[in-house]
């Protein structure tokens, strides 16, 4: 148990439907992110929230969109995806949103787009 | 951009045998930190180095900085079948420019019994 608790711990969708995942840490960190990971490919960055405001977007399509409320929750709703974007998606949290702090890992959403 | 390269990408080693990992930045890093990821799971924090230089043991694993920052290794002593997993390593960019950090590719190590 990393004190980071990703929901659902899998997922298939159509590329039609809507669908979120949820990420939460009772960790009392002020920084979470989402991460993409896909075979064969290094760990990609999709979003940081730090102190509940996004500090970093890499470039990801609009059909991926973050939502963070508070600092224990982060969000990433899912629609028109595409059968490419089929990945583990991890979520971290960090004490802070700097890079120079530990990351706890949740045991990751798999994510199958057909 | 930074670019964070990790080799060998796959290593099969007979149980007892050494290993080592290598990461290299294409950019001074002000940090870098190890990750293990077990078969299914997810990344664990192993370490985190941050002098020129550094060398750091954990049993039987040792990491090491490099003294130009920017190149890192990960050596295990005498593998054992729990060794088996991923081994990330992630580097912050020195210049700040870059506020998080990008992760290397992985080197998958097999421990055979």
């Known amino acids: 148990e990393t004190g980071v608790t990703q929901t659902p711990r899998h997922l298939v969708m159509g590329m039609t439907n809507k669908k979120s995942l949820k990420c939460e840490q009772h960790?009392?960190?002020?920084?979470m992110y989402w991460y993409k990971q896909s075979a064969k490919k290094p760990l990609e960055l999709m979003f940081v929230y730090s102190l509940e405001e996004r500090v970093e977007n890499n470039s990801v399509p609009s059909r991926f969109s973050p939502e963070c409320p508070n600092s224990s929750h982060l969000f990433l709703h899912l629609h028109t995806l595409q059968p490419e974007d089929s990945a583990l998606y991890l979520c971290a949290s960090s004490p802070d949103g700097t890079g120079g702090t530990e990351a706890f890992f949740g045991q990751g959403t798999r994510l199958t787009v057909v | 951009g930074q670019q964070v390269m990790q080799i060998p990408q796959y290593q099969h080693v007979q149980e007892g045998e050494d290993f080592t990992t290598y990461c290299n930045s294409s950019?001074?890093?002000?940090?870098i930190q190890w990750y293990k990821q077990r078969p299914g799971g997810h990344p664990v924090f192993l370490i985190q180095?941050?002098?020129?230089?550094e060398v750091k043991k954990q049993k039987r694993l040792t990491f090491q900085f490099g003294e130009a920052k920017k190149n890192s290794s990960l050596h295990i002593t005498a593998t054992q079948t729990t060794d088996v997993g991923t081994y990330f390593c992630a580097g912050r960019d020195y210049s700040g420019s870059a506020r998080q950090l990008t992760f290397g590719s992985g080197t998958q190590l097999t421990v055979l019994p």
């Open positions: 950019t001074t890093l002000s940090n």
């Open positions: 960790l009392g960190h002020n920084a």
């Open positions: 180095l941050v002098k020129s230089g």
